[in-house]
């Protein structure tokens, strides 16, 4: 069963403070990873999409790479705007219908 | 980025009503379209799949003449809550995705509050 582990739940932050989420996800095999970012009472924003191990994205403070295990989301001197719940998905090659997997998401609060 | 929208953003009936949630990809054509609920603090929990002219594909434990899904154009999905219940209040989310593309694309969501 595919599975995805988010971790950790929940992560505070002082502005400034560099730290990195973690994504563990076991998929019989791996059409890509993606990575989300949701506001309290928003739908998910995309961040990045990855498709294999060694792969690297960047996109303003915030940086995902990709292992054959685990994805990172490393989150560079955050600021109060980066506070939010970031949500990590597999996409696996014999997905029924495209459908993703969903891990529980990473609360993540920077205070000023 | 993909541009979904969603209408209404908020709604609040009353219980044994049916209530309308519109989904719509504005800059691309969205093949398949996804529908989930979220609990709150909780991760999205798939309901159902559609493609386009087709019938939507339900998650085991979905009713499916509970949740009417609607896919009836490469632009536009709808979902209707029939008979709606207090237990049937959450936030509602769509998600499109086009043909040449794995990424999934969401909408602001709808809040159905059911009295």
């Known amino acids: 069963e595919d599975q995805v582990t988010q971790s950790p739940e929940a992560l505070r932050l002082q502005e400034g403070e560099s730290s990195s989420l973690n994504c563990s996800y076991t998929v019989s095999g791996l059409r890509g990873l993606f990575w989300y970012r949701q506001d309290p009472g928003k739908g998910p924003e995309f961040l990045f999409t990855?498709?294999?191990a060694g792969e690297e994205k960047e996109k303003e403070r915030l940086k995902a790479t990709l292992t054959k295990k685990e994805s990172f989301l490393h989150i560079t001197a955050p600021k109060p705007e980066d506070s939010a719940t970031y949500l990590c998905?597999?996409?696996?090659?014999?997905?029924?219908?495209?459908?993703?997997?969903f891990g529980g998401g990473t609360r993540v609060l920077v205070k000023p | 980025g993909a541009v979904v929208s969603q209408h209404p953003s908020w709604v609040i009936c009353k219980s044994g009503t049916s209530v309308k949630i519109e989904c719509r990809s504005l800059d691309f054509q969205a093949t398949t379209m996804f529908w989930y609920r979220q609990f709150p603090k909780q991760s999205l929990m798939l309901m159902a799949t559609s493609n386009e002219g087709s019938k939507a594909t339900y998650e085991q434990g979905v009713e499916k003449d509970k949740f009417l899904i609607n896919h009836a154009s490469l632009t536009l999905s709808t979902l209707t809550v029939t008979s709606a219940h207090p237990e049937d209040s959450s936030f509602y989310i769509c998600?499109?995705?086009?043909?040449?593309?794995?990424?999934?694309?969401f909408g602001p969501g709808t809040r159905l509050t059911v009295l």
């Open positions: 998905a597999v996409h696996p090659i014999k997905a029924a219908g495209n459908k993703l997997t």
């Open positions: 998600s499109g995705r086009g043909q040449l593309t794995d990424t999934q694309y």
């Open positions: 990855l498709y294999s």
